[in-house]
């Protein structure tokens, strides 16, 4: 015959069973709210410091140096005599340095114009998931450029010859494969050709990131750029279109495109595009990038 089990016992471990449910229950809770708590912010939007001509929005890390070389041929348009314009190019040197996690500066020099060019970019904000919820990064930019070129008569001094540019960079990784960006541009040029030229410039540029393979990218990247007059000298501007192909090769992203703009400053490409895809003006060039690390850790 079985025996009842008596009532206080019954009892005792009805409370039991309640209390570690209870506590249980109160782990969940705190392990869920820990894990909440963690903010995962989103890497390698794109693969390198600039998309195709302009820049994207990521930078050097802090003590981390990147030494640039970018290159562009002439125009395809040229013909054979010129080798579809590989005899002759111009090419743009810098140095970019990431004084902090969130500010880049940078110095460079063009033989387009015979260009100097110094930036800083800094990190707003992150794209971040989790207890921080940011859906896109957003960096500003802010750039000075002067052209040491003496072919000009009307630049007779060094206030005419500077140019200042300030863009507003706003990208979303949208996925492990695509990434887009947007860049609002104002260009201010002390000296322009005549009165009716207009000494400041806007334009909203977009650029689109198609991951391949793990080190191989596709980039596209078009500025619309506003002109509510027709330039004085009669000289036809386009809005410069670039494709290009992100190769990367451990310490170093390998990028070549093919652009209708020549230049490789904001000051230059933004504005002063002259070559039409239609016609074959188009330019073949590379960038190529170096990066040395400073941080002992």
């Known amino acids: 015959m079985i025996k009842r089990l008596p009532t206080s016992v019954l009892a005792w471990g009805f409370f039991t069973f309640c209390a570690i449910t209870a ?20 890497t390698a939007t794109f693969k390198s410091t600039r998309i195709v001509n302009g820049h994207s929005i990521e ?3 802090k003590k981390q140096l990147e030494f640039r070389v970018s290159h562009r ?56 998931k989790g207890a921080e919820n940011m859906p896109v990064h957003i960096s500003y930019l802010f750039s000075t450029e002067y052209i040491s070129s003496n072919t000009d008569p009307l630049m007779k001094n060094a206030y005419s010859r500077m140019s200042f540019i300030q863009q507003i960079l706003v990208a979303r990784k949208l996925n492990e494969g695509i990434s887009i960006q947007l860049t609002p541009t104002f260009i201010h040029r002390n000296l322009v050709p005549t009165e009716i030229d207009r000494n400041d ?37 386009y809005n410069p279109l670039s494709f290009g192909i992100d190769i990367e090769t451990g310490g170093h992203v390998f990028q070549i495109m093919l652009t209708n703009s020549q230049s490789m400053r904001e000051g230059g490409f933004i504005g002063k595009t002259t070559g039409g895809w239609g016609d074959g003006g188009v330019h073949l060039g590379f960038n190529i990038s170096r990066v040395f690390s400073f941080n002992k850790q």
């Open 73 to 128: 041929f002439d125009q395809v348009n040229t013909g054979p005599d010129n080798f579809y314009g590989l005899d002759y190019g111009k090419i743009h040197l810098s140095l970019e340095y990431g004084l902090t996690d969130w500010l880049e500066v940078g110095i460079g020099r063009s033989s387009y114009d015979k260009t100097y060019d110094g930036f800083g970019k800094i990190s707003i904000l992150r794209q971040s």
């Open 59 to 61: 930078r050097m890390k």
């Open 23 to 42: 506590h249980s229950q109160d782990l969940d809770a705190l392990l869920d709210k820990e894990t909440k708590a963690e903010t995962t912010y989103v």
């Open 201 to 237: 410039l806007f334009a909203l540029g977009a650029g689109i990131r198609y991951k391949l393979s793990k080190r191989i990218a596709l980039n596209a990247e078009y500025f619309y750029v506003y002109r509510p007059y027709a330039n004085s000298l009669d000289i036809k501007y």
